[in-house]
């Protein structure tokens, strides 16, 4: 878990912020890490109010600049993914700026947003910047390169998302993958994927992960899938021969959906950064697809369609755990 804390108020507006970055492990940060930050503008604001803005901002690690990019604003919090050029230390910490400076702006290349927060869509998108992998799926019209549809599947191309349906009238596996697989989605790594796979149809899944082959072969898969024949679905973890319910309960909208791979045999599963599912006992996998795919359930009961908007990997934190944050008025 991530904290920021504002620790100490000057009575005059800083622009500078620093921000201390704890790595709590027995192990340094690989480099370079992306390390997320969650920033509490609603307080920051009350010091300098131009951080509201959240636009006036650069970071800087040794007087240089260092990409960062605005993940989301909720609730006051602002998440955002800083790519750190040094390692950290094991038990040990380094500290980066955050200057505020209301002649600056979203320039797309040391300061971005995820596509579709801007005005124009991806106009200051510079995830791949920062991430190992990152793909947006807005503003398309053909899929990106290697990515690949299985036959029948349908495809829609929207200004801000990729809808991926199974076949209506014809039973099987359809979808989307990627492949070669980059290095990046081997364990140790995550990866965070954002859009909607909610489906409600009965014993029809939606499966996302990465996988042994691209139609239904199983692997490290989130399986959006009801059992019922009526909303809402749950998400399962398939890991042939395992197909384990997480108890978690899908809804219908937009969110994030990660997996952490510790080890082929150590499974993290999170829905918005909250944990639903934790496996020590996973059986290891071959991967080398990563796989988006709707099922149609003997030619009547389509899956989804999927909604993605992005997906990405960043790097493995020392142990699984992301390094402490701590921001410094």
Do not use: C, H
Not at 98 to 119: C, H, I, K, R
Not at 162 to 174: F, L, R, S, V
């Amino acid at each position: 878990m991530v904290r920021s804390n504002l620790v100490s108020i000057n009575v005059s507006p800083p622009t500078v912020f620093q921000i201390n970055i704890t790595n709590t492990q027995n192990t340094a940060t690989p480099v370079p890490f992306q390390q997320m930050i969650q920033l509490p503008i609603s307080q920051l604001g009350l010091i300098n109010p131009y951080v509201r803005n959240i636009g006036p901002l650069r970071f800087s690690y040794n007087g240089s600049y260092i990409p960062a990019w605005l993940e989301s604003i909720n609730n006051g919090t602002a998440t955002i993914w800083v790519k750190l050029p040094v390692s950290i230390p094991a038990n040990s910490s380094i500290t980066i700026d955050m200057e505020v400076d209301p002649s600056l702006n979203f320039d797309g290349v040391y300061w971005g947003e995820a596509p579709q927060l801007s005005p124009t869509y991806a106009q200051y998108d510079n995830g791949n910047e920062i991430f190992p992998y990152y793909q947006r799926f807005g503003g398309l019209s053909s899929l990106p390169p290697d990515w690949y549809s299985v036959s029948g599947t349908r495809l829609t191309f929207a200004s801000t998302y990729i809808e991926i349906g199974a076949n209506q009238t014809t039973g099987g596996w359809y979808g989307i993958y990627l492949n070669p697989l980059p290095q990046s989605f081997l364990a140790p790594t995550v990866w965070t994927l954002y859009g909607n796979l909610y489906s409600d149809q009965y014993a029809t899944g939606l499966l996302v992960g990465t996988a042994t082959g691209y139609n239904n072969n199983g692997g490290y898969v989130i399986d959006d899938f009801s059992t019922s024949g009526s909303p809402p679905p749950e998400i399962y973890f398939y890991n042939p021969p395992n197909f384990i319910s997480t108890g978690y309960t899908d809804t219908n909208n937009n969110k994030l959906y990660s997996m952490q791979l510790n080890s082929p045999t150590s499974v993290q599963i999170f829905i918005n950064y909250s944990q639903i599912y934790s496996t020590s006992s996973a059986t290891s996998q071959n991967v080398s697809y990563f796989v988006i795919t709707p099922a149609n359930n003997g030619g009547t009961e389509p899956a989804g369609p999927a909604y993605i908007y992005w997906l990405r990997t960043t790097a493995y934190p020392p142990n699984g755990v992301m390094p402490s944050v701590e921001v410094i008025a």
